[in-house]
Protein backbone atom coordinates (compact mmCIF):
# COMPACT_ATOMS: atom_id res chain seq x y z
CA UNK A 1 0.00 0.00 0.00
CA UNK A 2 1.00 3.75 -0.81
CA UNK A 3 0.73 6.83 1.43
CA UNK A 4 -0.76 9.60 0.02
CA UNK A 5 -1.88 12.65 2.08
CA UNK A 6 -3.99 15.69 1.34
CA UNK A 7 -4.49 19.27 3.53
CA UNK A 8 -7.98 20.87 3.62
CA UNK A 9 -8.79 24.53 4.77
CA UNK A 10 -12.15 24.54 6.37
CA UNK A 11 -13.96 27.45 4.31
CA UNK A 12 -17.59 27.69 5.82
CA UNK A 13 -18.28 26.12 9.30
CA UNK A 14 -18.57 22.60 9.45
CA UNK A 15 -20.74 20.23 11.48
CA UNK A 16 -20.28 16.79 12.12
CA UNK A 17 -22.04 15.57 15.20
CA UNK A 18 -20.32 12.18 17.44
CA UNK A 19 -21.66 9.15 17.21
CA UNK A 20 -22.19 6.95 20.31
CA UNK A 21 -23.44 3.54 21.16
CA UNK A 22 -25.67 3.26 24.08
CA UNK A 23 -26.17 0.18 26.22
CA UNK A 24 -29.05 -1.20 24.66
CA UNK A 25 -26.93 -1.12 21.13
CA UNK A 26 -28.70 1.66 19.32
CA UNK A 27 -26.91 4.46 18.06
CA UNK A 28 -27.48 8.63 19.07
CA UNK A 29 -25.31 11.36 18.58
CA UNK A 30 -23.93 14.12 20.72
CA UNK A 31 -23.17 17.71 20.68
CA UNK A 32 -19.25 16.99 20.21
CA UNK A 33 -17.71 16.79 16.84
CA UNK A 34 -16.23 14.34 15.01
CA UNK A 35 -15.37 13.36 11.52
CA UNK A 36 -15.07 9.90 10.70
CA UNK A 37 -12.95 8.10 7.70
CA UNK A 38 -16.68 6.54 7.10
CA UNK A 39 -18.12 9.88 6.85
CA UNK A 40 -15.43 11.20 4.29
CA UNK A 41 -15.82 7.56 2.33
CA UNK A 42 -19.81 8.48 2.04
CA UNK A 43 -19.10 11.83 0.51
CA UNK A 44 -17.13 10.19 -1.91
CA UNK A 45 -19.43 7.62 -2.54
CA UNK A 46 -22.05 9.72 -3.37
CA UNK A 47 -20.47 11.66 -5.83
CA UNK A 48 -18.64 8.89 -7.52
CA UNK A 49 -21.87 7.68 -8.16
CA UNK A 50 -23.15 11.50 -9.46
CA UNK A 51 -20.28 11.13 -12.13
CA UNK A 52 -20.43 7.01 -12.78
CA UNK A 53 -23.08 7.98 -16.01
CA UNK A 54 -20.67 10.38 -17.74
CA UNK A 55 -17.88 7.50 -17.80
CA UNK A 56 -19.52 4.16 -18.09
CA UNK A 57 -22.97 3.27 -19.29
CA UNK A 58 -24.34 2.32 -15.72
CA UNK A 59 -27.42 0.02 -17.04
CA UNK A 60 -25.15 -2.41 -18.68
CA UNK A 61 -22.29 -4.87 -18.31
CA UNK A 62 -20.49 -7.22 -20.53
CA UNK A 63 -21.45 -10.73 -19.26
CA UNK A 64 -20.04 -12.24 -22.17
CA UNK A 65 -16.79 -10.97 -21.73
CA UNK A 66 -16.96 -12.74 -18.26
CA UNK A 67 -14.80 -16.09 -17.99
CA UNK A 68 -17.30 -19.33 -18.31
CA UNK A 69 -16.83 -20.45 -14.69
CA UNK A 70 -17.53 -16.95 -13.15
CA UNK A 71 -20.24 -15.60 -15.51
CA UNK A 72 -22.99 -17.21 -13.47
CA UNK A 73 -21.79 -15.85 -10.40
CA UNK A 74 -21.40 -12.65 -11.53
CA UNK A 75 -24.60 -12.94 -13.35
CA UNK A 76 -26.23 -13.77 -10.18
CA UNK A 77 -24.73 -11.03 -8.13
CA UNK A 78 -25.23 -7.88 -10.39
CA UNK A 79 -28.07 -9.21 -13.03
CA UNK A 80 -30.90 -8.26 -10.89
CA UNK A 81 -29.66 -4.22 -10.21
CA UNK A 82 -31.24 -1.94 -12.10
CA UNK A 83 -27.81 -0.33 -12.40
CA UNK A 84 -25.51 -3.49 -12.79
CA UNK A 85 -22.44 -1.45 -13.98
CA UNK A 86 -22.68 1.19 -11.50
CA UNK A 87 -22.86 -2.00 -9.02
CA UNK A 88 -19.97 -3.71 -10.07
CA UNK A 89 -17.94 -0.21 -10.62
CA UNK A 90 -18.63 0.89 -6.89
CA UNK A 91 -17.23 -2.46 -5.80
CA UNK A 92 -14.06 -1.52 -7.48
CA UNK A 93 -13.54 1.07 -5.79
CA UNK A 94 -15.01 1.06 -2.68
CA UNK A 95 -15.45 -2.12 -2.15
CA UNK A 96 -18.35 -4.86 -0.22
CA UNK A 97 -18.49 -7.60 1.86
CA UNK A 98 -16.88 -9.93 -1.08
CA UNK A 99 -13.57 -7.64 -1.78
CA UNK A 100 -11.85 -5.28 0.03
CA UNK A 101 -11.67 -1.17 -1.35
CA UNK A 102 -8.29 -0.79 -2.87
CA UNK A 103 -8.02 2.18 -0.39
CA UNK A 104 -8.32 3.23 3.25
CA UNK A 105 -9.05 6.97 4.92
CA UNK A 106 -7.34 8.34 8.27
CA UNK A 107 -9.01 11.63 9.21
CA UNK A 108 -7.04 14.29 11.70
CA UNK A 109 -8.43 17.55 12.64
CA UNK A 110 -7.72 20.69 14.89
CA UNK A 111 -9.06 19.72 18.47
CA UNK A 112 -8.35 22.78 21.12
CA UNK A 113 -11.26 24.40 22.25
CA UNK A 114 -10.13 27.76 20.52
CA UNK A 115 -10.86 25.84 17.03
CA UNK A 116 -13.80 23.89 17.90
CA UNK A 117 -16.38 25.93 19.64
CA UNK A 118 -20.13 25.47 21.07
CA UNK A 119 -22.02 29.01 19.97
CA UNK A 120 -24.54 30.40 22.08
CA UNK A 121 -26.73 32.83 20.71
CA UNK A 122 -24.45 35.69 20.36
CA UNK A 123 -25.30 39.45 18.16
CA UNK A 124 -21.80 39.72 17.30
CA UNK A 125 -20.91 35.90 15.65
CA UNK A 126 -21.72 34.91 12.37
CA UNK A 127 -23.99 31.96 13.43
CA UNK A 128 -26.25 34.37 15.16
CA UNK A 129 -28.84 31.62 16.40
CA UNK A 130 -30.98 35.26 17.15
CA UNK A 131 -31.56 35.97 13.26
CA UNK A 132 -34.19 33.53 12.26
CA UNK A 133 -32.59 33.06 8.59
CA UNK A 134 -29.82 31.28 10.11
CA UNK A 135 -31.56 29.60 12.65
CA UNK A 136 -33.73 28.27 9.65
CA UNK A 137 -30.12 26.95 7.47
CA UNK A 138 -29.18 25.28 11.17
CA UNK A 139 -32.42 24.07 11.90
CA UNK A 140 -31.58 20.63 13.88
CA UNK A 141 -28.03 21.42 15.31
CA UNK A 142 -29.01 23.49 18.49
CA UNK A 143 -29.39 22.05 21.99
CA UNK A 144 -29.89 23.70 24.99
CA UNK A 145 -27.67 22.81 28.11
CA UNK A 146 -31.21 22.25 30.78
CA UNK A 147 -34.48 21.66 29.20
CA UNK A 148 -35.69 25.21 31.44
CA UNK A 149 -33.42 27.28 29.73
CA UNK A 150 -33.90 30.30 27.14
CA UNK A 151 -30.21 30.15 25.40
CA UNK A 152 -29.70 27.72 22.98
CA UNK A 153 -26.28 26.60 21.52
CA UNK A 154 -24.81 25.41 18.34
CA UNK A 155 -23.33 21.70 18.73
CA UNK A 156 -19.51 21.92 18.47
CA UNK A 157 -18.39 22.15 15.00
CA UNK A 158 -14.81 23.19 13.39
CA UNK A 159 -14.41 27.44 12.53
CA UNK A 160 -13.58 28.76 9.07
CA UNK A 161 -9.78 28.29 8.94
CA UNK A 162 -9.55 25.11 10.56
CA UNK A 163 -6.83 22.51 8.88
CA UNK A 164 -8.15 19.20 8.24
CA UNK A 165 -5.89 16.20 7.11
CA UNK A 166 -6.50 13.01 5.32
CA UNK A 167 -4.26 10.20 5.20
CA UNK A 168 -4.77 7.42 2.36
CA UNK A 169 -3.42 3.87 2.01
CA UNK A 170 -4.10 3.34 -1.81
CA UNK A 171 -3.20 0.24 -3.77
CA UNK A 172 -1.43 2.05 -6.61
CA UNK A 173 -1.35 5.08 -8.28
CA UNK A 174 -4.70 4.98 -10.45
CA UNK A 175 -6.62 4.46 -7.54
CA UNK A 176 -4.93 7.25 -5.47
CA UNK A 177 -5.80 9.31 -9.07
CA UNK A 178 -8.90 8.56 -8.77
CA UNK A 179 -9.99 8.99 -5.05
CA UNK A 180 -7.93 12.86 -5.23
CA UNK A 181 -10.03 13.49 -8.42
CA UNK A 182 -13.29 12.91 -6.74
CA UNK A 183 -12.29 14.77 -3.78
CA UNK A 184 -11.73 17.83 -6.10
CA UNK A 185 -15.10 17.34 -6.92
CA UNK A 186 -16.07 17.62 -3.92
CA UNK A 187 -14.39 20.35 -2.40
CA UNK A 188 -16.38 22.50 -5.15
CA UNK A 189 -19.73 21.06 -5.01
CA UNK A 190 -20.51 19.57 -1.15
CA UNK A 191 -17.84 19.19 1.54
CA UNK A 192 -18.57 17.58 4.58
CA UNK A 193 -20.75 16.91 7.98
CA UNK A 194 -24.46 18.34 8.03
CA UNK A 195 -26.15 20.89 6.68
CA UNK A 196 -23.81 20.54 3.18
CA UNK A 197 -26.95 21.18 1.24
CA UNK A 198 -27.14 24.71 2.81
CA UNK A 199 -23.51 25.61 1.86
CA UNK A 200 -22.20 24.38 5.32
CA UNK A 201 -19.00 22.20 5.58
CA UNK A 202 -17.02 23.45 2.89
CA UNK A 203 -13.05 23.16 2.37
CA UNK A 204 -10.24 23.99 0.39
CA UNK A 205 -7.59 21.45 -0.59
CA UNK A 206 -4.05 23.71 -0.42
CA UNK A 207 -1.84 20.81 -0.22
CA UNK A 208 -1.79 17.34 -1.69
CA UNK A 209 0.90 14.15 -2.22
CA UNK A 210 2.11 14.31 -6.34
CA UNK A 211 1.23 18.24 -6.18
CA UNK A 212 3.89 19.89 -8.28
CA UNK A 213 5.71 22.80 -7.86
CA UNK A 214 3.54 26.08 -8.13
CA UNK A 215 0.62 23.93 -8.69
CA UNK A 216 -2.70 24.93 -6.90
CA UNK A 217 -6.20 24.22 -6.84
CA UNK A 218 -8.77 26.68 -6.46
CA UNK A 219 -11.96 25.57 -5.94
CA UNK A 220 -13.59 29.26 -6.60
CA UNK A 221 -12.09 29.16 -10.22
CA UNK A 222 -14.45 25.58 -10.64
CA UNK A 223 -17.98 27.51 -9.64
CA UNK A 224 -19.19 27.86 -13.38
CA UNK A 225 -20.69 25.46 -15.99
CA UNK A 226 -17.80 25.99 -18.06
CA UNK A 227 -14.77 25.14 -15.55
CA UNK A 228 -17.13 22.36 -13.99
CA UNK A 229 -17.36 20.21 -16.74
CA UNK A 230 -13.43 20.52 -17.29
CA UNK A 231 -13.24 19.38 -13.97
CA UNK A 232 -16.05 16.00 -14.49
CA UNK A 233 -13.94 15.59 -17.71
CA UNK A 234 -10.57 15.09 -15.35
CA UNK A 235 -12.41 12.78 -12.88
CA UNK A 236 -13.79 11.09 -16.06
CA UNK A 237 -10.24 10.38 -16.94
CA UNK A 238 -8.74 9.07 -13.49
CA UNK A 239 -11.94 6.60 -13.62
CA UNK A 240 -11.33 5.50 -16.73
CA UNK A 241 -7.64 4.67 -16.06
CA UNK A 242 -8.70 3.25 -13.03
CA UNK A 243 -11.21 1.47 -15.06
CA UNK A 244 -8.49 0.37 -17.39
CA UNK A 245 -6.71 -1.20 -14.15
CA UNK A 246 -9.07 -2.68 -12.20
CA UNK A 247 -11.45 -4.18 -14.62
CA UNK A 248 -9.44 -7.32 -16.00
CA UNK A 249 -12.57 -8.80 -17.56
CA UNK A 250 -13.70 -5.80 -19.36
CA UNK A 251 -17.07 -5.48 -18.18
CA UNK A 252 -17.97 -2.52 -18.36
CA UNK A 253 -19.55 -0.36 -20.96
CA UNK A 254 -17.52 2.66 -21.46
CA UNK A 255 -19.35 5.83 -22.56
CA UNK A 256 -22.43 7.86 -21.31
CA UNK A 257 -25.50 6.44 -19.82
CA UNK A 258 -28.36 7.18 -22.34
CA UNK A 259 -31.00 6.17 -20.41
CA UNK A 260 -32.76 8.02 -17.92
CA UNK A 261 -30.62 8.11 -14.26
CA UNK A 262 -33.21 8.90 -11.10
CA UNK A 263 -31.04 9.76 -9.02
CA UNK A 264 -28.41 12.69 -8.49
CA UNK A 265 -26.32 12.90 -11.17
CA UNK A 266 -23.65 15.43 -13.48
CA UNK A 267 -25.24 14.14 -16.77
CA UNK A 268 -24.68 17.50 -19.04
CA UNK A 269 -28.55 17.86 -19.08
CA UNK A 270 -29.45 17.06 -15.67
CA UNK A 271 -27.37 19.81 -13.49
CA UNK A 272 -27.21 23.49 -13.36
CA UNK A 273 -24.86 25.69 -11.80
CA UNK A 274 -25.27 29.62 -11.23
CA UNK A 275 -24.07 32.29 -9.36
CA UNK A 276 -27.00 33.60 -6.91
CA UNK A 277 -25.50 36.21 -4.81
CA UNK A 278 -22.98 38.76 -5.74
CA UNK A 279 -20.08 39.67 -3.23
CA UNK A 280 -20.53 40.99 0.07
CA UNK A 281 -18.53 41.09 2.40
CA UNK A 282 -19.76 39.41 5.92
CA UNK A 283 -20.60 35.86 6.04
CA UNK A 284 -23.92 36.38 8.08
CA UNK A 285 -24.88 38.94 5.88
CA UNK A 286 -24.72 36.32 3.36
CA UNK A 287 -26.61 33.90 5.27
CA UNK A 288 -29.41 36.10 5.81
CA UNK A 289 -29.66 36.76 1.95
CA UNK A 290 -30.01 33.51 1.24
CA UNK A 291 -32.32 32.09 3.98
CA UNK A 292 -34.40 35.50 5.16
CA UNK A 293 -37.87 34.60 6.08
CA UNK A 294 -39.06 38.40 5.95
CA UNK A 295 -42.24 38.55 3.51
CA UNK A 296 -40.49 42.02 2.60
CA UNK A 297 -37.34 41.02 1.50
CA UNK A 298 -37.33 37.23 1.50
CA UNK A 299 -33.80 35.23 0.82
CA UNK A 300 -33.27 33.55 -2.31
CA UNK A 301 -33.43 30.22 -1.16
CA UNK A 302 -36.78 31.05 0.19
CA UNK A 303 -37.86 32.70 -2.76
CA UNK A 304 -37.29 29.94 -4.97
CA UNK A 305 -39.18 27.83 -2.66
CA UNK A 306 -41.83 30.29 -2.72
CA UNK A 307 -42.07 30.09 -6.60
CA UNK A 308 -42.29 26.10 -6.39
CA UNK A 309 -45.23 26.26 -3.73
CA UNK A 310 -47.71 27.72 -6.45
CA UNK A 311 -47.33 25.44 -9.43
CA UNK A 312 -50.70 25.04 -11.62
CA UNK A 313 -51.54 28.38 -9.79
CA UNK A 314 -52.40 26.14 -7.04
CA UNK A 315 -51.11 27.39 -3.34
CA UNK A 316 -49.65 23.97 -2.23
CA UNK A 317 -50.11 24.55 0.88
CA UNK A 318 -53.32 24.79 1.47
CA UNK A 319 -53.79 21.51 -0.70
CA UNK A 320 -51.73 19.93 2.08
CA UNK A 321 -53.88 21.33 4.93
CA UNK A 322 -57.04 20.69 3.74
CA UNK A 323 -55.26 16.77 3.37
CA UNK A 324 -53.91 16.86 6.82
CA UNK A 325 -57.27 17.86 7.83
CA UNK A 326 -59.46 15.34 5.06
CA UNK A 327 -57.57 11.96 4.77
CA UNK A 328 -60.22 10.32 3.56
CA UNK A 329 -61.05 12.73 0.11
CA UNK A 330 -59.33 12.22 -2.77
CA UNK A 331 -56.62 14.75 -4.24
CA UNK A 332 -55.61 13.74 -7.41
CA UNK A 333 -52.17 15.26 -7.32
CA UNK A 334 -50.76 17.64 -4.33
CA UNK A 335 -49.61 20.49 -6.29
CA UNK A 336 -46.58 21.44 -3.16
CA UNK A 337 -43.40 21.95 -4.65
CA UNK A 338 -40.82 19.85 -2.75
CA UNK A 339 -36.92 20.30 -3.26
CA UNK A 340 -36.21 16.91 -1.13
CA UNK A 341 -37.78 14.78 1.99
CA UNK A 342 -38.90 14.49 4.57
CA UNK A 343 -39.96 18.13 5.29
CA UNK A 344 -42.25 19.21 7.95
CA UNK A 345 -44.47 22.43 7.46
CA UNK A 346 -46.09 23.74 10.91
CA UNK A 347 -49.37 25.50 10.90
CA UNK A 348 -48.47 28.50 13.13
CA UNK A 349 -52.69 29.27 13.43
CA UNK A 350 -53.48 25.91 14.52
CA UNK A 351 -50.27 24.97 16.09
CA UNK A 352 -50.41 21.65 13.99
CA UNK A 353 -47.35 20.46 12.64
CA UNK A 354 -47.71 18.31 8.86
CA UNK A 355 -44.90 16.12 7.85
CA UNK A 356 -44.63 14.59 4.11
CA UNK A 357 -42.32 11.85 3.41
CA UNK A 358 -41.72 9.65 0.17
CA UNK A 359 -43.53 6.44 0.17
CA UNK A 360 -40.94 3.51 -0.19
CA UNK A 361 -42.35 0.38 -2.62
CA UNK A 362 -40.78 -1.81 -0.08
CA UNK A 363 -41.80 -0.03 3.44
CA UNK A 364 -44.08 1.89 5.07
CA UNK A 365 -42.19 4.52 6.98
CA UNK A 366 -40.37 7.75 6.63
CA UNK A 367 -37.70 7.41 3.81
CA UNK A 368 -35.50 10.74 2.94
CA UNK A 369 -34.60 12.34 -0.43
CA UNK A 370 -31.59 14.95 -0.76
CA UNK A 371 -32.66 18.03 -1.70
CA UNK A 372 -32.06 18.61 -5.17
CA UNK A 373 -30.72 22.38 -4.72
CA UNK A 374 -27.38 22.67 -2.81
CA UNK A 375 -26.10 26.41 -1.87
CA UNK A 376 -22.25 26.58 -2.45
CA UNK A 377 -20.43 29.35 -0.66
CA UNK A 378 -17.14 30.63 -2.14
CA UNK A 379 -14.80 33.22 -0.02
CA UNK A 380 -12.45 35.15 -2.70
CA UNK A 381 -10.63 38.23 -0.65
CA UNK A 382 -12.49 37.95 2.12
CA UNK A 383 -15.28 38.11 0.07
CA UNK A 384 -18.23 35.65 0.48
CA UNK A 385 -20.44 35.26 -3.13
CA UNK A 386 -23.43 31.63 -2.99
CA UNK A 387 -24.19 29.53 -5.76
CA UNK A 388 -26.30 27.20 -6.93
CA UNK A 389 -26.08 23.64 -7.64
CA UNK A 390 -29.55 22.02 -9.18
CA UNK A 391 -28.95 17.83 -9.36
CA UNK A 392 -32.00 16.57 -11.32
CA UNK A 393 -33.14 13.09 -9.55
CA UNK A 394 -36.59 12.06 -8.25
CA UNK A 395 -38.08 12.86 -5.61
CA UNK A 396 -39.82 9.99 -4.47
CA UNK A 397 -39.86 6.91 -5.99
CA UNK A 398 -43.07 6.67 -7.58
CA UNK A 399 -44.54 9.85 -7.45
CA UNK A 400 -45.98 9.21 -4.48
CA UNK A 401 -45.97 10.66 -1.05
CA UNK A 402 -47.39 9.93 2.44
CA UNK A 403 -48.65 12.50 4.32
CA UNK A 404 -48.84 12.75 8.39
CA UNK A 405 -50.36 15.13 10.75
CA UNK A 406 -51.15 16.46 14.03
CA UNK A 407 -54.85 17.01 12.89
CA UNK A 408 -56.29 13.28 12.22
CA UNK A 409 -52.86 11.16 13.26
CA UNK A 410 -53.33 9.81 9.70
CA UNK A 411 -51.42 9.30 7.10
CA UNK A 412 -52.19 9.45 3.63
CA UNK A 413 -50.90 8.35 0.09
CA UNK A 414 -50.88 11.14 -2.28
CA UNK A 415 -49.33 11.77 -6.04
CA UNK A 416 -47.22 14.43 -7.02
CA UNK A 417 -46.09 16.24 -10.38
CA UNK A 418 -42.54 15.95 -9.70
CA UNK A 419 -41.82 16.06 -12.75
CA UNK A 420 -43.37 19.41 -13.25
CA UNK A 421 -41.60 20.23 -10.15
CA UNK A 422 -38.07 19.67 -11.43
CA UNK A 423 -37.96 21.18 -14.54
CA UNK A 424 -39.90 24.37 -12.68
CA UNK A 425 -36.64 24.41 -9.88
CA UNK A 426 -34.56 24.13 -13.09
CA UNK A 427 -36.02 26.70 -15.35
CA UNK A 428 -36.07 29.00 -11.79
CA UNK A 429 -31.99 28.65 -11.02
CA UNK A 430 -31.26 29.40 -14.91
CA UNK A 431 -33.06 32.60 -15.35
CA UNK A 432 -32.65 33.85 -11.55
CA UNK A 433 -30.80 37.23 -11.60
CA UNK A 434 -28.11 37.84 -8.88
CA UNK A 435 -28.84 39.75 -6.07
Known amino acids: MIEKMVE?????????????TNKDGSIS?????????????????YWFRAVA?????????????????????????????KYPGLMYFEELLFGSQKQKAPFSISVSYDKNSQNLQRLPVNPNNDLNLGNY??????????YKLNKQDREEYLVEHLKPGNKINLEFLVQDEE???AILSLLKLVSVLSGFGAKTTKGFGEFEIVKFTGQKQGETFNRNLYLNEQNIEKLI???????EEFIGKKDKYSLLVLGETKSEVDYPNLLKENYVLKKVINEVNDFSFLL????????????????????????NGKDGYKELKFIAQNPNKKISILNLGITGLPVQYRDMKDKKNMKIFPKLPWKDEDGRKTSVVRILISKSNNKYSAYALFLKSKITENDEVIVESDYTNQKTVVKIDQAKILE??????KTENKS
Open 8 to 20: CTVVTHMFSKEIS
Open 29 to 45: SGTSFELRPQSVKGVLH
Open 53 to 81: PRVIDITKLNLQNAPKSQREEIEKTYGKS
Open 133 to 142: AHKYALYGLT
Open 175 to 177: TWN
Open 233 to 239: LEVKKAL
Open 288 to 311: SKLYSTNPKNLGWYKRLKKSIRYI
Open 424 to 429: KIKELI
